[in-house]
């Protein structure tokens, strides 16, 4: 594994969202799930896709607490432009489970 320092780890911008809006993606080449994230006044809200499909629906992904990268540059994902990147762990089966903080905290809260 690469060591990095301090200052690297500073470069990635990860914050505290709500899910506001969950939609099937059906276009995908891989089962996922669209997102849109409010991650607070200062960032605002950011819309991404995601292999979430093994654990969540759209229904139980609304009003959920993620965390997020948000300061990677926007990317094409199939015809939907993805602007966060929500954080997950693989299971057992290498599905993703979503990370989330385990007690109430502002949304935009930078992860440090």
Do not use: C
Not at 18 to 23: D, G, I, N, T, Y
Not at 45 to 70: C, I
């Amino acid at each position: 594994m690469a060591e990095i320092t301090f200052d690297d780890f500073l470069k990635v911008d990860i914050r505290v969202g709500k899910v506001l809006r969950a939609e099937p993606y059906p276009e995908a080449r891989k089962p996922a799930i669209k997102l849109w994230v409010d991650f607070g006044p200062e960032i605002g809200e950011r819309k991404t896709s995601a292999q979430l499909t093994a654990h969540y629906t759209p229904e139980t992904l609304v009003g959920r607490t993620v965390m997020g990268v948000v300061n990677f540059p926007p990317r094409q994902i199939g015809k939907f432009m993805s602007e966060v990147l929500v954080l997950g762990v693989p299971d057992a089966d290498g599905e993703v489970v979503l990370l989330t903080p385990d007690q109430d905290v502002p949304l935009g809260g930078r992860m440090f």
